[in-house]
T-cell receptor, first 115, second 112 residues
């Protein structure tokens, strides 16, 4: 079983829709949870960063972490064509012996918001 | 603009040629990373440097070497390029390894 699973999509929604993007994970030691947005031919950019279970809101974006179910979500309200991108979940764990945290990425979900 | 700068943006190599991908950050970050991104495979860690003077292997280090030249710069070297190394390469940095990363805009490498 892969450590992080993410449906690659593609996901196509009309402008104004609520978008739900999800990832599941198997390693209960993951401590930090992030969402990155990647536009075509660009590098990923950090969108949301959470540590604990629960919700974190930033404008139209809400990140949700459920550690008991090993499930994280990103909700986008009032989606816009400019939200069309690939969204990658990522989570980190401290590696014993390495003394540092390492980030594991999902493979990304491609989202298209149609005007 | 502050951030992570990668050079070159595009490169075509012949099998067996060598090259170095350059990466520099101006955010005074301690940790730096090299990833490759392939269709259907996602982002895979090649090498990372948790702090100046240290480097460690990631998930896919074979065929690559790295140098943390100073706190700002982290280079990736392909000694003898192979077609399997055709990919988009991203450099990233973070203040601490537990922080979110700042990525560069990538180098698109084709090995023929």
């Amino acid at each position: 079983q892969k450590e992080v699973e993410q449906d690659p999509g593609p996901l196509s929604v009309p402008e104004g829709a609520i978008v739900s993007l999800n990832c599941t994970y198997s390693n209960s030691a993951f401590q930090y949870f992030m969402w990155y947005r990647q536009y075509s031919r660009k590098g990923p950019e950090l969108l949301m960063y959470t540590y604990s279970s629960g919700n974190k809101e930033d404008g139209r974006f809400t990140a949700q972490v459920d550690k008991s179910s090993k499930y994280i979500s990103l909700f986008i309200r009032d989606s816009q064509p400019s939200d069309s991108a690939t969204y990658l979940c990522a989570m980190s764990v401290r590696r014993l012996g390495a003394g540092s945290y390492q980030l594991t990425f999902g493979k990304g979900t491609k989202l298209s918001v149609i005007p | 603009n502050a951030g992570v700068t990668q050079t070159p943006k595009f490169q075509v190599l012949k099998t067996g040629q060598s090259m170095t991908l350059q990466c520099a950050q101006d955010m005074n970050h301690n940790s730096m990373y090299w990833y490759r991104q392939d269709p259907g495979m996602g982002l895979r860690l090649i090498y990372y440097s948790a702090s100046e003077g240290t480097t460690d292997k990631g998930e896919v280090p074979n065929g690559y070497n790295v140098s943390r030249l100073n706190k700002r710069e982290f280079s990736l070297r392909l000694e003898s390029a192979a077609p399997s190394q055709t990919s988009v390469y991203f450099c990233a940095s973070s203040e601490r390894s537990s922080d979110g990363y700042t990525f560069g805009s990538g180098t698109r490498l084709t090995v023929v």
